[in-house]
């Protein structure tokens, strides 16, 4: 699909937020084409990225949602760190959730780099290995100043894989 068929589709929808994500947006050739025309079409722009490449690349206008890979995802060691450096108070830092292990990880990490002083915090759950109640739990126990996040396409289309 071009990046003219993509912004034809999306004015479809009486939407005016446009989230880009899906595998890694920075590494598409065509994403900063894309985001120019949602931006002259006066869209607010949401890009969901996986942290291992330089953010600094997207346009001012865009709110930045950086996955930081917990250890349960086997990616954390792609995670470019000099990117919290980069975070704006309007972009987003997300973590994804499979165990206990990664909540604690997760906890050091977001005070490690102070980082609900950088951005808004969410925590997700990896979808299928724990129950978002247990996550929620934690959560308010530890008193955190973040958001809970789940992957609603996953719950409202739990059959698809792809193509949400």
Known sequence: MSVNEILKTIMRHACKNVCVTG?????????????DLLKKSHYKIFVETGGSINIDMLPKAVTRIMDIKCPGSGMDKEMDWENIERLKHKDEVKFIISSKKDYEWAKRITRKYKLTDRAQILFGIAYGKMKPKTLAGWILKDNLDLRLQLQLQKHIWPDKERGV
Do not use: F
């Not at 598409?28 to 985001?35: A, R």
């Open 23 to 35: 595998g890694e947006p920075l590494l598409q050739n065509s994403v900063t084409k894309l985001i």
